[in-house]
């Protein structure tokens, strides 16, 4: 049974809340040091191949499946497909938005105690505290102390995602995304503008976009396609749950070339605002946590000006977090409400849910770090059990069941604006969602996995 939900407001505010979502740390921190070694240039080339060309039906069949059922990313398949497969796929889709938001409130948490440690630069920022403060989420200090503030943090920034969800689509979501989407647009500019007239910043200019084709192997492009997915926010049901939010009349085909475009400009502009300044002060860059959480706070310290840019930097990177954290929450959220189970209740039992999945990930940075479970620490078994097996086989589902479900047609009307417009090229998307999407989905996954 469709149960009403609230829509989008503008057309804006949905491409908004999209371009919320696809930016994020996948940008911020993952994508700057991928592209660096990873052969530059040569992977860029890829990446954008794989955003352009492979993506963009993928994240059209998503959109279709919210836009067609208007249903959330549960039950959306059920109706597509009529058949169990459907249901397995909305389950699919759950654990995949649920591993991803547990350790990205961990993340999360710490860069709000970045943040107030930017706040109070001297006592927590400086050379000699980031060697203990700085480690402690690399979990080389393990004090009850440094636990406890990882943990406070991480419950911190859920209750936050939760506040913004608890508003509903319009007024939480859709409101949020309008106000800082333009803001984290001009603050990224600004630091990236501030990062490359330092001295010595274009040797960074050149490890990120330096051609390196002997790079090019399986795991590269494996590397390329995970970082796409992740990137764009695809396999797990955010783009169908805010799709469904959408107005009839919207274009579809626009509002997806334009996500994948400010998507894309998003993650080439944070290269440039981090890997030059690090290279500026002699450093190395590290990958994830070890570049955002050690050696950044590092170059800000001996940076004039240092303290600003690092309160700019970290709350730039709140914004892009827990803008793509809501983008997590509200298919799980939309899953439970009913005309008996309320939004307020809804968010409730999510938030307590992904508290406790997301205390067990921070603790494993502290005492649970001795905990092993395949793929390494608590924390890293839902980061690579999301990224590297859920999005990609949740995009590998959503390509088989709407290629081989949807009609041609009803793909094109459903997706195209009320003028008919882009119905050839929709037609040809569609060959790809049945046909190319998933032979290169796992043709890439085998390549990975063999890595040749
Ligand atoms: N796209 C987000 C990022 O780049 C992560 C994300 C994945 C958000 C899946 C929502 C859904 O960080």
Redesign the pocket.
Known sequence: MAFKTEKFNSRIGLLLALVG???????MWRFPYLLGSNGGAAFLLFYLVFVFILCLPIYLSEVYAGRKTRQNAFMAFNQISGNRTGRAMGGFFMIS?FC?ISFYIVVGGWIISYFVGSLRFNSLLSPESIDSFGTVVMGMENTPASTLICLGCTILFMVMTAAIINMGVVNGIERFSKITMPLLFFLILGIAVYSLTMPGSLEGVRYLFKPDFSKVNGSMLANALGQAF????LG?G?VLTYSSYSHDKTNSVNLAVWTIILDTLFALISGLAIIPAVFAFGMAPGQGPELVFNTLPRVFSSMPGGQIIAIIFFFTLFIAAIS?SI??MEPLVASLVSDKFSRTKAVIVVTVGVCLAGALCSLSFGPLSGVKVPGGTIFDMFNIAASNVF?VLGALGTVVLVGWFASKEDFAAVLSSEDGKYTRLLYILHFMVKWVAPAAILFIMVLGFINI
């Open positions: 979502s696809a930016v994020g740390l996948g940008n938005v991803t992740m990137s764009l926010s797990c955010t793509s983008s997590l999005m």
